[in-house]
């Protein structure tokens, strides 16, 4: 019988990775370079196709290419709607490109939708039918997997967790929404409270860490902190974890998954964050709904887009 093999590829702002996998999970080569986003799409595109190239079998069929890209998809048709960190990405249709250049099947993912198929399948969820995949980094993203199956909603759009609304009178997100999660929990909401509360007088050993320019903090540094013992640091992920884990309680209501699992770089804090998540669980959430519903850290790390992009494959396929 042939090995089946599959292309992934991971589409990001700054740098495109791709792989080349057999259908149980070995990678058999791999290959990174600069998105040269710049340049602008058409130059981005062509570095698509030749890191596909790169990778490329010398004997033997691909199954199909999978691909996760940084922005809304219209996953039925394969289409990249648009990426804020990819210039002139409105309405690619990544599908219809890469089948007309490799004559492949070809699935697009948005990169959180790809990176909850990536747990579920090869990860911390394995083993559960239903899940709610979170990645806390720059923003807030996340990934829904029902009868294990991904969710994306009537036209694509579902899952943005990140914009569920905590503060009717909180800051404007970047969706254009006002008081969202991300504007909450992300990593740039927590930079910004602990500039804003040194502005405001709190103190910090940050504060000449940074030689008083309080601009030049960061989530890390942050959390670095906070670890060190800084209690306005501590306040500030404390104060991040709660709103994180009022809408994990709220989604447990909705949608009563049996997992939560969280990812991305604000994750590496540990209990500071994953504590108050915790802690509100336990205070908001019926015991019915804590029994049957586990929250915990990803397992896949950098390369969650790469096995993404391969898991998606496989779900389309049924394999």
Aim: charged share 15%.
């Amino acid at each position: 019988m042939a090995v089946l093999r599959f292309i992934a590829v991971d589409l990001g702002g700054t740098q495109i990775r791709t792989a080349r996998y057999t259908a149980d999970g070995v990678q058999e080569a791999r290959v990174a370079m600069s998105t040269g986003s710049e340049d602008g799409m058409d130059f981005v595109l062509r570095r698509v196709r030749s890191a596909i190239r790169q990778v490329w079998p010398l004997e033997g069929p691909v199954a199909a290419i999978g691909i996760g890209v940084p922005g809304p998809v219209d996953y039925k048709h394969g289409i990249l709607r648009f990426a804020p960190n990819l210039p002139e990405s409105q309405n690619i249709p990544f599908r219809n490109l890469l089948v007309n250049t490799f004559g492949v099947p070809v699935f697009v993912g948005n990169d959180a939708d790809v990176a909850a198929l990536a747990e579920h399948r090869f990860g911390a969820g394995q083993g559960v039918s239903d899940m709610i995949y979170m990645t806390i980094s720059t923003g807030i993203g996340g990934g829904m997997i029902f009868n294990n199956r991904l969710f994306t909603g009537g036209n694509g759009l579902g899952g943005e967790i990140g914009h569920i609304t905590l503060d009717i009178h909180g800051l404007k997100c970047g969706c254009g929404n006002y008081g969202c999660l991300e504007t909450l929990s992300s990593g740039t909401a927590i930079a910004r409270q602990m500039q804003e509360r040194i502005a405001a007088g709190e103190f910090s050993v940050l504060t000449e860490r940074v030689g008083g320019d309080i601009s030049k903090i960061t989530a890390k540094e942050v959390s670095m902190a906070a670890q060190e013992g800084d209690e306005l640091a501590k306040s500030v992920f404390e104060q991040a974890g709660i709103y994180l884990g009022t809408a994990i309680v709220s989604l447990m209501y909705m949608l009563n998954p049996s997992l939560f699992v969280l990812g991305g770089s604000v994750t590496k804090a540990g209990d500071l964050l994953f504590g108050p998540v915790q802690s509100v669980i336990t205070e908001r959430a019926p015991a019915i709904y804590q029994a049957q519903t586990r929250v915990v850290p990803a397992q896949l790390g950098a390369d969650v887009g790469l096995w993404g992009a391969l898991a998606l494959c496989l779900m389309e396929l049924e394999l």
